[in-house]
């Protein structure tokens, strides 16, 4: 059964980082496109990265050049790098398998000033 389990989230001060990991199970993450997302409180939920099946990736524009998204094939799992973390950043944080439209759990992330 395909499966997506983020971990990661947490706690952290504006300016501070936080690396979130999305491990995949019952399929090869490097065959299809992966997708973040994020929901902040109140707010529709947000696409954030695409990271595709070759390697390519997309930002939206909010976070270019403050996230970045990788790969480890070994593992079979996908990370979403933050830096420089903003209040504004605080959402739960999704990881899709877009091409089955599998979705994880969440993991919340909060910045605090």
């Known amino acids: 059964q395909a499966q997506l389990v983020e971990s990661g989230g947490g706690l952290v001060q504006s300016g501070g980082s936080l690396r979130l990991t999305c491990a995949g199970s019952?399929?090869?993450?490097?065959?299809?496109?992966m997708t973040w997302h994020r929901q902040a409180p109140g707010k529709a939920r947000e696409w954030v990265a695409t990271?595709?099946?070759?390697?390519?990736?997309v930002y939206t524009d909010s976070v270019k050049g403050q996230f970045t998204a990788s790969r480890d094939d070994a593992k079979n799992e996908l990370y979403l790098q933050m830096d420089d973390l903003q209040l504004e950043d605080t959402a739960v944080y999704y990881c899709q398998n877009f091409d089955s439209q599998i979705w994880g759990q969440g993991t919340q992330v909060t910045v605090s000033s």
């Open positions: 990271f595709a099946a070759g390697g390519a990736t």
């Open positions: 019952g399929f090869t993450l490097s065959d299809v496109i």
